[in-house]
Antibody
């Protein structure tokens, strides 16, 4: 079945670069895109960006200058890198399978805290 | 950016009852290709969101017919009939018509 699992460090310092990995199974990254969605604690959902099946990417303009999404199809992994972290980047980061206009399967999320 | 406004912010319901959640967008969600990319998600306590409805009114695989979506343009509604305990949580609408994709602030469904 379709599964996604996020991994990465839980605690980051301001100005550092965040690196998260989303490992997928049950589908191919060359057939489906994967997006990243952030959820600040107790708040709503914010789409950050997507890497499509063909390898192209789209980013939320609010974080575009700091964000990079890439993948390794041979390992079924998608990567998120975001630099110049600030406390407001704190939240749960989800990767989710793209179904074109939305997300049909989500990972369990990884909590990231940015604090000195 | 397209702003998605959900009302109410919270909702109390009795088991077996029916509720409606409204989602309004600041711009029309009709894409150039004629489709309207409005989805509904449910986030149960302590869990990740799950897709309920896509393209306004299409139920995702395995979703009960107690959930129904409707609307057009900028005004959309999610109806839940015969509410069950497993329906409780926060409901989000989301648009995939225009970048950046955006979500509503959420509607928390609680038991009365």
């Amino acid at each position: 079945q379709v599964q996604l699992e996020e991994s990465g460090p839980g605690l980051m310092q301001p100005s550092e670069t965040l690196s998260l990995t989303c490992t997928v199974s049950g589908f191919s990254l060359t057939s489906n895109g994967v997006g990243w969605v952030r959820q600040p604690l107790g708040k709503g959902l914010v789409w950050m960006g997507t890497i499509w099946a063909g390898g192209s990417t789209n980013y939320n303009s609010a974080v575009q200058s700091r964000l990079s999404i890439s993948r390794d199809t041979s390992k079924s992994q998608v990567f998120l890198k975001m630099n110049s972290l600030q406390p407001e980047d704190t939240g749960t980061y989800y990767c989710a399978r793209q179904r074109g206009d939305g997300f049909d399967y989500w990972g369990q999320g990884v909590m990231v805290t940015v604090s000195s | 950016d397209v702003v998605m406004t959900q009302t109410p912010v919270s909702l109390s319901v009795s088991l077996g009852g029916q509720v409606s959640i409204s989602c309004r967008s600041s711009q029309s969600l009709v894409h150039n290709n004629g489709n309207t990319y409005l989805s509904w998600y449910l986030q149960k306590p302590g869990q990740s969101p799950q897709l309920l409805i896509y393209k306004v009114s299409n139920r995702f695989s395995g979703i009960s017919d107690r959930f129904s979506g409707s609307g057009s343009g900028t005004d959309f509604t999610l109806k839940i009939s015969r509410v069950e305990p497993d329906d409780l949580g926060v409901y989000y609408c989301g648009q995939g018509t225009q970048y950046p994709w955006t979500f509503g602030g959420g509607t928390k469904l609680e038991l009365k």
